[in-house]
């Protein structure tokens, strides 16, 4: 084994996992003239999840990398969105999506997490994903990073990057505290109608009764919709197959107000190989003096900031961080010119601009998990006195938490 690390070649960058944050970090390190190496340990791209709620924040960071106007072209721009009480099937809020916020207008679409994968992919040079490369640990040699992969194989990199997900060995590695157990589940579908859906592009949130559920067109035939309770004793069984947890979710909304077009949507909807997942996210705390990176590792995406999904912003962050992370590591690279992977001086431009991404993306991080997990526990939440006082008063403020988290501009690759 010595023998093998003393005479592989060390990659410049390598990048764990084929991800949005992983699939981000290697666009803009190309657009910056920065060759990477993504293993990812599926054998083809992943796409579990089905959509994702896709901000005015992530299309900065798609343009950013040069894809954001092919994804506008597949999914619709949303309306509006209407909050209605699960308990009386009251809207509780309706929001004109289309004003204009602090940076300019709203921008929401729900996008296919399969096309955007697919686009990213497509942008960069043949050969840079590498599949079926599962990393298993991680050792040192100097500066290097030496990789054991699932198949035996060894792997030198130069620089690491952790977008491998809320399981990351990267991030156990860097000593980052494991992701907590919200104590709320998640079911997600998605429903084809090839003849098309006929419904408005509008986001609809049902919230309170003790689960929250939500359904957006993607385009004109693709509806996505997400569902998040807390399981009970009498829950457990529920997702041994599809059917029966289509079945789960039927029932939990039909003991309560959603109209029966929502009913049908469910019904028509494949539920994918991932039933439903338990929900986890890394506690703010945390993450305030937590090694986001160290020497010539860091981390990204959900590898980072796993959270709950009620924000609507894991996908979004995640770009953010690619482009933010290919920014700062593609400048520090050019400073430091031929020494760039080489000797000290090259060594400590490249820690130099890790760090620089970790300090602008700490505090973001923090306060996008600890705003996502307080939003879902208030819409879930089936207590009379948090149910009055979020039907009445609280939605607006909630919605309007929403959009500040949006309201974020990751800059380009150049400033």
């Given amino acids: 084994m010595q023998q093998q690390r003393e005479t592989t070649n060390a990659e410049d960058v390598v990048i764990v996992?084929?991800?949005?944050?992983?699939?981000?970090?290697?666009?803009?390190?190309?657009?910056?003239?920065?060759?990477?190496?993504?293993?990812?340990?599926?054998p083809t791209l992943r796409a579990s999840g089905f959509a994702f709620t896709t901000w005015k924040n992530a299309f900065r960071a798609l343009d950013a990398l040069g894809v954001g106007d092919k994804i506008r072209k597949q999914h619709l721009l949303t309306q509006a969105l209407r909050v209605m009480s699960s308990s009386t099937?009251?809207?509780a809020k309706e929001v004109d999506l289309t004003h204009q916020g602090k940076r300019g207008p709203l921008e929401i679409r729900c996008v296919r997490r399969d096309l955007l994968l697919r686009t990213l992919e497509e942008q960069l040079p043949k050969g840079t994903v590498r599949y079926d490369s599962r990393i298993v640990s991680i050792e040192e040699d100097g500066n290097i990073k030496i990789l054991q992969l699932a198949d035996g194989s060894l792997l030198?990199?130069?620089?690491?990057?952790?977008?491998?997900?809320?399981?990351?060995?990267?991030?156990?590695?860097?000593?980052?505290?494991k992701p907590s157990y919200s104590g709320r589940s998640a079911a997600r579908g998605f429903a084809h109608y090839p003849d098309g859906h006929g419904l408005e592009p509008k986001w609809l949130q049902f919230v309170g009764h003790g689960f929250k559920f939500g359904m957006m067109p993607?385009?004109?035939?693709?509806?996505?919709?997400?569902?998040?309770?807390s399981p009970s004793e009498h829950d457990k069984g529920v997702d041994d197959s599809a059917a029966s947890m289509k079945q789960f979710v039927l029932d939990k909304l039909r003991g309560s107000k959603v109209p029966e077009e929502t009913l049908a949507v469910v019904e028509k909807s494949d539920m994918g190989d991932v039933l439903s997942a338990p929900l986890r996210f890394r506690r703010p705390l945390s993450l305030i003096a937590a090694s986001i990176s160290k020497g010539n590792a860091c981390v990204a995406g959900d590898a980072l900031h796993p959270m709950t999904p009620d924000l609507g912003q894991?996908?979004?962050?995640a770009l953010e961080d690619g482009v933010i992370l290919a920014r700062c590591l593609g400048e520090a690279l050019a400073a430091a010119g031929k020494d760039a992977m080489g000797g000290s001086a090259g060594s400590q431009r490249v820690e130099s601009g890790l760090r620089e991404y970790a300090r602008i993306r700490r505090w973001r991080s923090v306060e996008l998990v600890a705003t996502a997990?307080?939003?879902?526990?208030?819409?879930?939440?089936?207590?009379?006195?948090?149910?009055?006082l979020r039907d009445k008063f609280l939605s607006g403020?909630?919605?309007?938490?929403?959009?500040?988290?949006a309201d974020y501009d990751c800059g380009s690759l150049s400033n």
């Fill in 17 to 42: 996992g084929a991800g949005l944050a992983g699939l981000a970090t290697a666009l803009g390190l190309h657009r910056k003239g920065v060759r990477s190496l993504v293993l990812e340990s599926s």
């Fill in 89 to 91: 099937g009251e809207i």
């Fill in 156 to 177: 030198r990199a130069k620089v690491l990057i952790g977008c491998d997900g809320i399981n990351s060995v990267v991030a156990k590695w860097l000593g980052l505290a």
């Fill in 314 to 317: 894991g996908g979004c962050s």
């Fill in 373 to 388: 997990y307080t939003l879902g526990i208030i819409q879930q939440s089936d207590n009379a006195i948090i149910s009055i």
């Fill in 397 to 405: 403020v909630l919605a309007g938490r929403l959009f500040k988290m």
């Fill in 218 to 229: 993607c385009n004109e035939t693709d509806i996505y919709w997400f569902f998040t309770w």
